[in-house]
């Protein structure tokens, strides 16, 4: 008896262990599990998801096909040319029309980790002037994120950029998506985009 109960209770953590590993959102081979909206280029070269203004220099979004609601996502990203992107959370498009929260990704200066409502409320909350140095530019960044009912935290290579809680995100549900910004001339390459629920 004693015996049966160490084994139920070492395969009992293995599963809670398995559990709270998450899963990886994009496998570096292709892009099953996404969906691309608009004509923006996505592609994986090298094991590394790569965002490229297309010649239409409009949106474009790769969303995930399945919504999640509480989780923490993890990913690092690298910029070039203008490099303004962003990661949507609890989003819904419809063609290039996106409503939702994104975590923004942008050149120096210009709020990485700050909140903005697409459609909506425009900049809900921006990280303070001394964090806009935790981006390196050109280097890849690693970002994470984490939502919970109605509150988000932005970390940016392990600073916290933001912490903000709001009722209407704590309302919704929907698609992760990664944003190319219009405009054209944008480059942006993804890789580890890692995800555990909560």
Known sequence: MVKKASLFAVMFSLLFVGCQSGKTLFNGKNLD???????EKW????????????PDKKYGYLAT?????????????????DGNSGVFIRSEI???????????????????????ESYGRGWLVKPSE???EALKYGEWNKLKIRVHGDRIISWLNGVEMVDFSDAK?????????LQIHDGGGIKV??????LKAL
């Open 130 to 132: 001394e964090k806009e």
């Open 94 to 116: 419809d063609g290039t029309k996106i409503a939702g929260w994104q975590i923004e990704v942008a050149p120096p200066n210009l709020h990485t980790g700050g909140i903005y």
């Open 43 to 54: 592609y994986v070269e090298e094991g590394v998801l790569v965002s490229e203004s297309g």
């Open 33 to 39: 599990g996404w969906k691309i909206h608009g004509t």
């Open 169 to 177: 995100i704590g309302d919704a549900n929907g698609k992760i998506a």
């Open 189 to 194: 390459y993804w890789r580890n985009i890692k």
């Open 65 to 81: 096909t399945d919504n999640y609601k509480n989780f923490e996502v993890t990913l690092e990203f690298k910029q070039e040319a």
